[in-house]
């Protein structure tokens, strides 16, 4: 679809943003590749609690044939004065603590001049010299999009690390089948006989909390998980309570909007495993997982997992979740047999500094492995 022109709106907070919130979700619900964590429900109240100063929430509109302006693009950046030591003005695409995804939101059908306008503005209007772009999806249509972008104009970028994370996605075949490609006999036979052990104490369910229920299921996965190795290691949600506050809030909001999938492993009624997914699309995105360590012995966390496999693999409106998880994840490696391809880059505005910058980033590279490696030969 081709529009006669762009129009961009920059906003430096959530108050600037608040008139574009409908246009925002809207935005979400159409774009080319979904990504949860850049929707308003869930950076807005991300911004109240981790969100500092020096922020650019750029928006790109498209004017249609009837003049009217369509929210396209959406780029939530912050400004830096500094890129790997070196003191020059960088722009970052935004993540906290809670981000696990920082693909911006492009409407399907406008992705080459919502790109080209975001870069033109980049290049002459935003006083960067540098954009830095991390955990940024690289093998779907935004990547493809951009890179076509980059490549007509011939901007100077750099990639930082490319690497993979769990994903999942549903087999032609039953879950079963699914995990018996996945897994070996014996690690099939050996997580049977700890559900078979850990129901000989009681009532084992599996459960996704109902709607009725949201309240009990947040207070309940919040206790699970600050009573665990997270609260004692400061990470857990309830360590702060604006995080605490962050987490219900966000957990109360996809609730409201359908787009809640929270499970748990009970028994007796008592939860000693939950999994909190968040929907998005026609996927989602396995946000976190917390157990109960009286029971660990039992392996609930992985117990919970299977079945949260064998969920996705019967539920026909879910075509895949990622893990959020860290790219060696011992567990979640060994149960998904997918990956996705996640990149940190950064480009170059097309000023002499950020040129210099990104072309030496190479050099810098070598040597730092060169001294890595110095250091191995020498310990050993």
Same mark, same amino acid.
């Given at each position: 679809?081709?529009?006669?022109?762009?129009?961009?709106?920059?906003?430096? *907070?959530?108050?600037?943003?608040?008139?574009?919130?409908?246009?925002?979700?809207?935005?979400?619900?159409?774009?080319?590749?979904?990504?949860? !964590?850049?929707?308003?429900?869930?950076?807005?109240?991300?911004?109240?609690?981790?969100?500092?100063?020096?922020? $650019?929430?750029?928006?790109?509109?498209?004017?249609?044939?009837?003049?009217?302006?369509?929210? +396209?693009?959406?780029?939530?950046?912050?400004?830096?004065?500094? $890129?790997?030591?070196?003191?020059?003005?960088?722009?970052?695409?935004? *993540?906290?603590? $809670? +981000?696990?995804? +920082?693909?911006?939101?492009?409407?399907?059908?406008?992705?080459?001049?919502?790109?080209?306008?975001?870069?033109?503005?980049? *290049?002459?209007?935003?006083?960067?010299?540098?954009?830095?772009?991390?955990?940024?999806?690289?093998?779907?249509?935004?990547?493809?999009?951009?890179?076509?972008?980059?490549?007509?104009?011939?901007?100077?970028?750099?990639?930082?690390?490319?690497?993979?994370?769990?994903?999942?996605?549903?087999?032609?075949?039953?879950?079963?089948? $699914?995990?018996?490609?996945?897994?070996?006999?014996?690690?099939?036979?050996?997580?049977?006989?700890?559900? *078979?052990?850990?129901?000989?104490?009681?009532?084992?369910?599996?459960?996704?909390?109902?709607?009725?229920?949201?309240?009990?299921?947040?207070?309940?996965?919040?206790?699970?998980? /600050?009573?665990?190795?997270?609260?004692?290691?400061?990470?857990?949600? /309830?360590?702060?309570? /604006?995080?605490?506050? !962050?987490?219900?809030?966000?957990?109360?909001?996809?609730?409201?909007?359908?787009?809640?999938?929270?499970?748990?492993?009970?028994?007796?009624?008592?939860?000693?495993?939950?999994?909190?997914?968040?929907?998005?699309?026609?996927?989602?995105?396995? +946000?976190?997982?917390?157990?109960?360590?009286?029971?660990?012995?039992?392996?609930?966390?992985?117990?919970?997992?299977?079945?949260?496999?064998?969920?996705?693999?019967?539920?026909?409106?879910?075509?895949?979740?990622? /893990?959020?998880?860290?790219?060696?994840?011992?567990?979640?490696?060994?149960?998904?047999?997918?990956?996705?391809?996640?990149?940190?880059?950064?480009?170059?505005?097309?000023?002499?500094?950020?040129?210099?910058?990104?072309?030496?980033?190479?050099?810098?590279?070598?040597?730092?492995?060169?001294?890595?490696?110095?250091?191995?030969?020498?310990?050993?």
């Amino acid at each position: 679809m081709t529009t006669s022109a762009t129009q961009i709106i920059l906003a430096q *907070n959530a108050e600037q943003l608040a008139p574009h919130i409908a246009a925002w979700d809207d935005l979400a619900a159409h774009a080319i590749e979904p990504n949860v !964590f850049y929707e308003s429900w869930h950076l807005l109240p991300a911004l109240r609690v981790f969100g500092e100063e020096n922020f $650019y929430f750029v928006l790109v509109f498209a004017k249609q044939h009837d003049q009217t302006s369509l929210l +396209c693009g959406f780029f939530p950046l912050q400004m830096r004065r500094r $890129y790997k030591g070196v003191p020059l003005r960088v722009l970052a695409l935004w *993540n906290h603590d $809670y +981000c696990s995804l +920082c693909t911006p939101l492009i409407r399907a059908g406008f992705e080459t001049e919502i790109l080209n306008a975001f870069l033109d503005w980049f *290049n002459d209007n935003s006083g960067a010299a540098l954009l830095e772009m991390e955990e940024v999806s690289a093998d779907g249509l935004f990547q493809r999009f951009w890179i076509d972008a980059l490549h007509e104009r011939g901007a100077l970028g750099f990639t930082d690390a490319l690497y993979t994370r769990a994903f999942l996605k549903p087999s032609p075949d039953s879950a079963e089948d $699914y995990l018996h490609k996945a897994l070996s006999r014996k690690r099939r036979k050996e997580w049977k006989r700890l559900e *078979n052990r850990l129901g000989e104490l009681g009532c084992l369910n599996y459960e996704i909390i109902e709607e009725s229920a949201v309240s009990q299921g947040i207070e309940e996965f919040l206790q699970l998980e /600050s009573a665990g190795w997270k609260g004692r290691a400061g990470t857990a949600f /309830s360590n702060q309570e /604006s995080h605490r506050a !962050f987490f219900r809030e966000i957990a109360h909001e996809a609730a409201r909007r359908g787009r809640l999938m929270l499970l748990a492993l009970k028994v007796n009624g008592r939860p000693i495993a939950m999994k909190f997914n968040l929907l998005a699309g026609d996927g989602s995105f396995a +946000c976190k997982i917390a157990f109960d360590e009286e029971f660990s012995r039992f392996s609930p966390g992985v117990l919970l997992e299977l079945d949260n496999i064998r969920r996705l693999q019967q539920n026909s409106n879910l075509h895949w979740m990622d /893990s959020c998880a860290i790219p060696d994840h011992f567990m979640i490696n060994r149960l998904w047999t997918e990956r996705r391809l996640i990149q940190n880059s950064v480009l170059s505005a097309g000023k002499f500094s950020g040129d210099l910058v990104v072309s030496l980033l190479p050099l810098l590279r070598f040597v730092k492995r060169r001294l890595q490696r110095k250091r191995r030969i020498h310990h050993h």
